[in-house]
DNA sequence: TCAAAAGTGTTATCCTTACACCCATGT
DNA sequence: ACATGGGTGTAAGGATAACACTTTTGA
């Protein structure tokens, strides 16, 4: 066991480039609708990339602190909560055609803008989230690219033989697709985020698959336009960071970061559903948070959201020290 | 934004070495004891080091494989379920007097031992758990050292003023000894494994502060023996791993891997009890997890448990197409 | 006979889900 | 008048936690 004890260099890191960077998915909410922070560099077919970092140890003691400071220098965004999604160190996740090989590790962070701040920066945007996982939308219903596109051409690919070169999995591709997809009576659950995207690259389906030159890309299928491609694997970070989100709202209470100061239930209720992708039932929705002991009423009304006045209401800090796992404990799918 | 352009490269990185390492807390589980599988070499006070080894991309394509691959390599175990924890990128974390300055990033990762496997291997070895973080067990009533050790020091550890170079935090000392270790009626979450192992480095009552020289170390205490301390930071890698297990156990069929092929409910309750640290309800957990569909009978019965005979049951795989996030949603802390 | 573990049955309680219905405002 | 959102009440059903009690073995 000499070789893996940890007092040894581990020197076989050495015989190749090895970089490190930090990507931030920057979550933040307008009109109720999840914005994502993108650069466009105009490289690159026009992909758009998540902004990107590199993680300088002498100027930073974690990398946290590294990504907050960058982050405000490069944006003027002041970041809320922060939390380390996965590190990517796949081979060839950086691969360009032409490429040295130079091999890049990189580390996943989700964040979030707190309601309100804006980027001040030219090629730095907000782009909304479902633009790039458009089927992860169902505030209006099922999403027509899943009836018109996917469903079609998943089945037709779970229909199809294992490559020989395929690993043996647990599961057969028609049971993964109940599961991800909630085929034939399988229900969706809106934290999958990652797995049917990773499905969907897999089976060859999504732009970066051709990309990257996957054995099944374009062997079977045409490519529709399954959702905004991203550079790299962003898009896989940002699937990370949806999923992510949607089942950290559930126990911490991570909403009321992007949610203004004072806020009626309504407004609470359709930020949840905006991370969500799906509608919730209005009364639980009301009764879930108040005898949650998440808001308090600030005592103040609003008319300015059509209808009736409502009540103003605010976060209820005094939660923390009550309960183990605060949070909005809905379950996505009521109308 | 040219500077966090993605197609840039980050050549910040250059100035200093960075290595990257694997890390694993190996978890198996042996009587009814959790085991984790440490090295000990001589070095280092002879404190006991996770295996640690380096990542080589050119041999492995994902993390992951190259993981399983030098953990069979070396220990001839072969690995069940693997999950990434966290990537420690602190600069300092491998610091050691008269150290160079390199900068090691780790890749923390959870991986599950099959029952019955057993290391090949000299210097690597099978060691309880709780030997490293005593304070999680509460299987034989409350652990005496939280009682005589760990409040009264923690008690005078808040009521202490903060260092000026501390930073602000949302909560104060007494709040958060009441969510992470439960005083004053706050309860008892099994999950916070890393929270009260962050909080015992903070304020100064681990071995591992005052080997890294922390302001707060042995200032104001001298230190009992809380807990056997762990090279490096690897006590903090196995607190992580100890609180996902926890977390995982509760929605995937992870015990089933620490557990043989056919089981008595009872061995399954008293494998689950050992990961939780405390005392499930017998009937409850039976009815828990044969209406959660997670069991089937084998037919077979066993006397080898002393007492009447019992069922022997095996995992039933089916489950994971029924339902969302199957697991042992068993709530801690009853009898 | 007793201890230890396997099983069965029951009850009270809480939480979730789903409906039904009324209130206040702007257009 | 009516559309829109605000807000209250309640009833059915299911899951959970806590008891009590019987059965079957080995020592």
């Given at each position: 066991?000499?070789?893996?004890?940890?007092?040894?260099?581990?020197?076989?890191?050495?015989?190749?480039?090895?970089?490190?960077?930090?990507?931030?998915?920057?979550?933040?909410?307008?009109?109720?609708?999840?914005?994502?922070?993108?650069?466009?560099?105009?490289?690159?077919a026009?992909w758009?990339?998540?902004?990107?970092?590199?993680?300088?140890?002498?100027?930073?003691?974690?990398?946290?602190?590294?990504?907050?400071?960058?982050?405000?220098?490069?944006?003027?965004?002041?970041?809320?909560?922060?939390?380390?999604?996965?590190?990517?160190?796949?081979?060839?996740?950086?691969?360009?055609?032409?490429?040295?090989?130079?091999?890049?590790?990189?580390?996943?962070?989700?964040?979030?803008?707190?309601?309100?701040?804006?980027?001040?920066?030219?090629?730095?945007?907000?782009?909304?989230?479902?633009?790039y996982l458009p089927w992860?939308?169902?505030?209006?219903?099922?999403p027509e690219v899943l009836t018109t596109e996917i469903e079609p051409r998943l089945r037709r690919w779970a229909a199809q033989p294992l490559r020989p070169t395929e690993?043996?999995r647990?599961?057969k591709r028609d049971?993964r697709l109940r599961?991800c997809f909630?085929f034939?009576?399988?229900?969706?659950?809106?934290?999958?985020?990652?797995e049917r995207y990773e499905l969907l690259y897999e089976s060859g389906l999504v732009a970066e698959a051709k990309r990257d030159e996957r054995e099944a890309a374009d062997a079977w299928t045409d490519l529709p336009a399954l959702g905004r491609p991203?550079?790299?694997?962003?898009r896989r970070?940002?699937a990370?960071?949806?999923?992510?989100?949607?089942?950290?709202?559930?126990?911490?209470?991570?909403?009321?970061?992007?949610?203004?100061?004072?806020?009626?239930?309504?407004?609470?209720?359709?930020?949840?559903?905006?991370?969500?992708?799906?509608?919730?039932?209005?009364?639980?929705?009301?009764?879930?948070?108040?005898?949650?002991?998440?808001?308090?009423?600030?005592?103040?009304?609003?008319?300015?959201?059509?209808?009736?006045?409502?009540?103003?209401?605010?976060?209820?800090?005094?939660?923390?020290?009550?309960?183990?796992?605060?949070?909005?404990?809905?379950?996505?799918?009521?109308?």
């Amino acid at each position: 066991m000499t070789d893996v004890a940890p007092t040894q260099s581990p020197d076989r890191t050495a015989d190749a480039a090895i970089e490190i960077g930090l990507n931030a998915a920057i979550v933040g909410v307008r009109a109720y609708q999840p914005q994502i922070l993108v650069v466009r560099d105009g490289t690159d077919a026009d992909w758009d990339a998540l902004p990107y970092g590199p993680f300088s140890p002498q100027d930073h003691r974690t990398f946290e602190i590294g990504l907050r400071r960058w982050v405000q220098q490069q944006t003027g965004l002041e970041l809320g909560f922060v939390d380390q999604l996965y590190t990517f160190g796949d081979r060839g996740r950086h691969a360009q055609p032409g490429d040295t090989g130079a091999h890049v590790v990189s580390v996943g962070y989700l964040a979030l803008a707190p309601h309100g701040a804006e980027p001040d920066l030219a090629d730095a945007a907000w782009s909304r989230w479902y633009a790039y996982l458009p089927w992860e939308d169902w505030r209006d219903g099922e999403p027509e690219v899943l009836t018109t596109e996917i469903e079609p051409r998943l089945r037709r690919w779970a229909a199809q033989p294992l490559r020989p070169t395929e690993p043996a999995r647990p599961l057969k591709r028609d049971e993964r697709l109940r599961i991800c997809f909630g085929f034939d009576g399988g229900g969706w659950d809106e934290e999958k985020v990652l797995e049917r995207y990773e499905l969907l690259y897999e089976s060859g389906l999504v732009a970066e698959a051709k990309r990257d030159e996957r054995e099944a890309a374009d062997a079977w299928t045409d490519l529709p336009a399954l959702g905004r491609p991203m550079q790299f694997d962003h898009r896989r970070v940002l699937a990370t960071a949806m999923g992510r989100l949607r089942a950290k709202v559930k126990y911490r209470p991570v909403v009321f970061e992007l949610v203004p100061e004072a806020f009626t239930l309504f407004q609470l209720q359709m930020t949840v559903e905006a991370i969500m992708g799906s509608h919730l039932h209005k009364q639980n929705f009301r009764r879930l948070v108040e005898n949650a002991g998440l808001v308090e009423a600030t005592g103040d009304m609003t008319a300015e959201t059509g209808g009736r006045p409502a009540k103003l209401f605010r976060f209820r800090r005094e939660v923390l020290l009550e309960r183990p796992a605060p949070g909005v404990r809905v379950k996505a799918g009521r109308a």
